[in-house]
């Protein structure tokens, strides 16, 4: 089955960067659009980034634009997203899932992972 295990998550400084990785299997990742979603304590889940199978096409939120990069690993099985200059409001359960929604609601569908945590705090 579809498996996604993001890592990387930790505390960051305010203006500091963060990658974050989520490592694939039970699916032809290489033949996948894979996106990050985002989830801040009280708040709603807002897709944050997407890429297209081949990397050849990447989509962003308005809010992460600029500052984020969405990178993939086709030989790895693994997504990546390079987080620089981040702010408080960057704070939230991060997901890897697999597929393009910018209106993605919800993450208990199987195609996402379980998260990992990122804070961004002095």
């Known amino acids: 089955q579809v498996q996604l295990v993001e890592s990387g998550g930790g505390l960051v400084q305010p203006g500091g960067s963060l990658r974050v990785s989520c490592a694939a299997s039970?699916?032809?990742?290489?033949?996948?659009?894979m996106s990050w979603a985002r989830q801040a304590p009280g708040k709603g889940l807002e897709w944050v980034a997407a890429?297209?199978?081949?990397?050849?096409?990447?989509h962003y939120a308005s809010s992460v634009k600029g500052r984020f990069t969405i990178s993939r690993d086709n030989a790895k099985n693994t997504l990546y997203l390079q987080m620089n200059n981040l702010k408080a409001e960057d704070t939230a359960l991060y997901y890897c899932?697999?597929?393009?929604?910018?209106?993605?609601?919800?993450?208990?569908?199987?195609?996402w992972g379980q998260g990992t945590q990122v804070t961004v705090s002095s």
């Open positions: 899932g697999r597929g393009y929604n910018p209106l993605v609601s919800r993450v208990d569908d199987g195609s």
């Open positions: 039970g699916f032809t990742f290489s033949n996948n659009y």
């Open positions: 890429i297209s199978s081949g990397a050849k096409f990447t």
